[in-house]
């Protein structure tokens, strides 16, 4: 079997068993409070958000476990997708991509809004469960959750999965295109609604593209991390 296939499938599935687990965790009530009370219990954290926390937790260590798993088949260490060279090329790319990402999202919502002027987009986003789950954290520690989960988002898509499948010698273009698709339905199915799936949707497409840029251009997943990170930090802070 082609070795790129081999990754494709390897890469599919440690997504599904991690979006799996984390689904589980917060769908079935007797899990959720059970987790949520040994999360209080044991650190000490407020039952309001404990969960939350141990959920972040849940949702980045899957992803970096996948990574290593991605890496060992496809024949790459994970410490390579770090390697940062300083410079005003880097720092370009980073901007670029900070700058890109939100402009685009801003010409979206403007769209969206000009074609429904009532839709209250804020609050249907805000009835996403992680977001809800956000909204319970105090507001100067909520904007890290949202922000560790994209950089691990980063680590596992745009990092070891679109790594993996290019030097197993896979196409640039199809490999970014399979990247893009599993990250757009990595978002989407945790919403419920038309509305969040559409605004998920174009988000992710827009993320996966340009962070997939990012990367290809420095070689790094340094840039993609922070861009994402700048974006859900951006997007998810503030109280309902």
Same mark, same amino acid.
């Given at each position: 079997?082609?070795?790129?296939i &081999?990754v494709?499938?390897?890469?599919?599935?440690? $997504?599904?068993?991690?979006l799996?687990i #984390?689904m589980? %965790?917060y769908?079935?009530?007797?899990?959720k409070?059970?987790?949520?009370l040994?999360?209080s %219990? &044991?650190?000490?954290?407020p039952v309001?958000? =404990?969960? =939350?926390?141990?959920a972040?937790?849940? #949702?980045?260590?899957l992803?970096?476990i996948?990574c290593? &798993?991605?890496?060992k *088949?496809?024949?790459?260490? +994970?410490?390579?997708?770090f390697?940062?060279? #300083?410079?005003? /090329?880097?720092?370009?790319?980073i901007?670029?991509? +900070?700058?890109? *990402?939100?402009?685009?999202?801003?010409?979206?919502?403007m769209i969206?809004?000009?074609?429904?002027? !009532?839709?209250?987009?804020? @609050? @249907?986003?805000?009835?996403?469960?992680?977001? @809800?789950?956000?909204?319970? *954290?105090?507001?100067k520690?909520?904007?890290?959750?949202?922000m560790?989960?994209?950089?691990? @988002?980063e680590?596992?898509? /745009?990092?070891?999965?679109?790594?993996?499948? $290019? +030097?197993?010698?896979?196409?640039?273009?199809?490999?970014?295109?399979? +990247?893009?698709?599993?990250?757009i &339905?990595?978002?989407?199915?945790l919403?419920?609604?038309?509305?969040?799936?559409?605004?998920l949707?174009?988000?992710?497409?827009?993320?996966?593209?340009?962070?997939?840029?990012?990367? $290809? =251009?420095?070689? %790094?997943?340094?840039?993609?991390?922070?861009?994402?990170?700048s974006?859900a930090?951006? #997007?998810?802070?503030?109280? !309902?």
């Amino acid at each position: 079997m082609n070795k790129s296939i &081999v990754v494709l499938i390897v890469g599919l599935v440690c $997504l599904t068993v991690w979006l799996t687990i #984390y689904m589980l %965790s917060y769908s079935n009530m007797y899990i959720k409070n059970k987790l949520t009370l040994f999360m209080s %219990s &044991v650190f000490g954290l407020p039952v309001s958000y =404990s969960y =939350s926390v141990l959920a972040t937790v849940i #949702y980045c260590l899957l992803p970096l476990i996948s990574c290593f &798993v991605l890496g060992k *088949v496809a024949g790459f260490q +994970v410490s390579q997708l770090f390697s940062f060279a #300083y410079g005003w /090329r880097t720092l370009l790319v980073i901007l670029l991509a +900070v700058i890109g *990402v939100m402009s685009v999202m801003a010409v979206f919502l403007m769209i969206i809004l000009t074609i429904s002027p !009532k839709m209250n987009i804020q @609050e @249907e986003m805000s009835r996403i469960k992680w977001i @809800e789950g956000i909204f319970m *954290v105090p507001t100067k520690v909520a904007w890290l959750l949202p922000m560790c989960s994209a950089c691990f @988002e980063e680590i596992f898509f /745009r990092g070891a999965f679109l790594k993996g499948l $290019l +030097v197993s010698g896979m196409g640039t273009v199809l490999a970014v295109s399979i +990247v893009s698709i599993a990250f757009i &339905v990595n978002q989407c199915i945790l919403a419920d609604t038309k509305i969040q799936k559409l605004v998920l949707g174009v988000s992710s497409l827009a993320i996966s593209m340009i962070g997939s840029i990012a990367f $290809l =251009s420095c070689g %790094s997943i340094i840039p993609s991390m922070i861009m994402h990170a700048s974006f859900a930090g951006f #997007y998810t802070n503030g109280k !309902k």
